[in-house]
């Protein structure tokens, strides 16, 4: 059963059940989800700052683009430890931990999206 | 509740009983194989992969930093590398699947931290371009 051996994120507790692959897929699928979503931040704020002309407002396209790269960045490290908890919880038998991650994206794009609202309005008056 | 058949790797814990849905002992009894869920993740793989030459490229022949020259695109090509890499690792899982009795081969730790970590270098990458070298 040597080929059965898998690569388990922490080392095989007796009490340890192999899961269902499916779940297994499950979980991998949303890791490279969130690895999408992190790169579409990062491309975005990439975008934003690099190639939108810039607001009368200095500084107006990092205000914007910043957060976005940071979160990306931060997308890419947890979700990686969201994923090694998933398994260890469905190796377990426990239920599957909870994780802010989606919460946070959510409140930070929307406190982008509402920046940059204001400054196209602002943008919009000066000219 | 499921009956261990011997040389078939047992699913759930050791009472016998499935805590991922209340009928999830009968389902796992009527399809002993994963079905197409391997494949989704290979396209999922794929896709990634996709979005990060995508991103390569931009970065590549999109951006003009005023940083060096060559700045955008040695950090291109790094992301570029990065998604061939990805693109590869994805068509090494899938093969892996297909070999016949493989199908529930997922992936461990090691086949997903390269990404998750070269995607943060990139995003880091990116905040340091942003931060000072803003176009």
Same mark, same amino acid.
Request: glycine residues 10%; hydrophobic residues 45%; contains cysteine.
């Given at each position: 059963?040597?080929?059965?051996?898998?690569?388990?994120?922490?080392?095989?507790?007796?009490?340890?059940?192999?899961?269902?692959?499916? /779940?297994? /897929?499950?979980?991998?699928?949303?890791?490279?989800?969130?690895?999408?979503?992190?790169?579409?931040?990062?491309?975005?704020?990439?975008?934003?700052?690099?190639?939108?002309?810039? /607001?009368?407002?200095?500084?107006?396209?990092?205000?914007?683009?910043?957060?976005?790269?940071?979160?990306?960045?931060?997308?890419? #490290?947890?979700?990686?430890?969201?994923?090694?908890?998933?398994?260890?919880?469905?190796?377990?038998?426990?239920?599957?931990?909870?994780?802010?991650?989606?919460?946070?994206?959510? #409140? #930070?794009?929307?406190?982008?999206?509402?920046?940059?609202?204001?400054?196209?309005?602002?943008?919009?008056?000066?000219? | 509740?499921?009956?261990?058949?011997?040389?078939?790797?047992?699913?759930?814990?050791?009472?016998?009983?499935?805590?991922?849905?209340?009928?999830?002992?009968?389902?796992?009894?009527?399809?002993?194989?994963?079905?197409?869920?391997?494949?989704?993740?290979?396209?999922?793989?794929?896709?990634?992969?996709?979005?990060?030459?995508?991103?390569?490229?931009?970065?590549?022949?999109?951006?003009?930093?005023?940083?060096?020259?060559?700045?955008?695109?040695?950090? @291109?090509?790094?992301?570029?590398?990065?998604?061939?890499?990805?693109?590869?690792?994805?068509?090494?899982?899938?093969?892996?699947?297909?070999?016949?009795?493989?199908?529930?081969?997922?992936?461990?730790?090691?086949?997903?931290?390269?990404?998750?970590?070269?995607?943060?270098?990139?995003?880091?990458?990116?905040?340091?371009?942003?931060?000072?070298?803003? @176009?």
């Amino acid at each position: 059963m040597a080929d059965e051996q898998q690569e388990h994120p922490e080392p095989v507790e007796p009490d340890d059940y192999e899961p269902d692959p499916r /779940f297994s /897929f499950a979980n991998e699928r949303t890791f490279l989800a969130w690895m999408r979503t992190a790169l579409g931040l990062i491309t975005a704020g990439l975008a934003i700052t690099q190639l939108l002309p810039p /607001f009368d407002m200095p500084g107006g396209r990092r205000l914007i683009g910043l957060p976005l790269i940071a979160m990306g960045t931060v997308i890419a #490290v947890v979700s990686l430890r969201n994923w090694t908890a998933n398994e260890r919880a469905m190796r377990r038998g426990l239920p599957l931990p909870r994780s802010p991650l989606a919460r946070i994206t959510a #409140v #930070v794009v929307t406190i982008v999206a509402v920046i940059g609202v204001i400054l196209v309005i602002v943008e919009g008056r000066g000219s | 509740m499921s009956a261990h058949v011997p040389g078939r790797r047992r699913y759930g814990p050791p009472d016998g009983s499935f805590p991922y849905g209340p009928n999830a002992d009968r389902f796992l009894e009527e399809s002993p194989t994963p079905g197409l869920a391997g494949e989704r993740t290979d396209l999922a793989w794929n896709r990634s992969g996709l979005a990060l030459l995508a991103c390569g490229i931009a970065v590549a022949k999109g951006l003009k930093f005023p940083v060096t020259e060559p700045a955008h695109a040695v950090i @291109g090509v790094i992301i570029l590398v990065l998604g061939v890499f990805t693109w590869s690792m994805g068509h090494w899982e899938a093969r892996k699947r297909r070999r016949n009795g493989h199908d529930r081969e997922v992936a461990g730790f090691s086949d997903l931290a390269p990404v998750a970590y070269g995607t943060a270098a990139v995003g880091v990458a990116a905040f340091v371009l942003a931060l000072f070298f803003p @176009g």
